[in-house]
Nanobody, 121 residues
Framework: QVQLVESGGGEVQAGGSLRLSCEAS????????MGWFRQPPGGKREMVAT???????RYADSVKDRFTVSRDNARNTMWLQMNSLQPEDTAVYYC???????????????WGKGTQVTVSS
């Protein structure tokens, strides 16, 4: 069974940094685009950053120049380096990935359970 597990969340003061990790495990033949999403308290889930298998990245305007997404395809792992964190970055951060289970399947999205990031002022 495929699982995505996030780690690295926590509480930091404004201006601080955190590094989130997302590891995919289970039986699969490939991982396509991976991404980080977040859902602030009382808010909607929004895209933070995505990265293709080839390493092409895309960021939300609110995190450009502060966050960096990266991945290691051999380790089925993705990271999100978050610098200059602000209170408005407080949210549950979710990892997502399009994963192909067998050669006869299309890639489908999987989600992790999320990790809490809290930024205090």
């Amino acid at each position: 069974q495929v699982q995505l597990v996030e780690s690295g969340g926590g509480e930091v003061q404004a201006g601080g940094s955190l590094r989130l990790s997302c590891e995919a495990s289970g039986s699969m033949i490939g991982i396509n685009t991976m991404g980080w999403f977040r859902q602030p308290p009382g808010g909607k889930r929004e895209m933070v950053a995505t990265i293709s298998t080839a390493g092409a990245t895309r960021y939300a305007d609110s995190v450009k120049d502060r966050f960096t997404v990266s991945r290691d395809n051999a380790r089925n792992t993705m990271w999100l380096q978050m610098n200059s964190l602000q209170p408005e970055d407080t949210a549950v951060y979710y990892c997502s990935a399009y994963i192909t289970i067998t050669y006869s399947d299309d890639a489908v999205p999987y989600w992790g359970k999320g990790t809490q990031v809290t930024v205090s002022s």
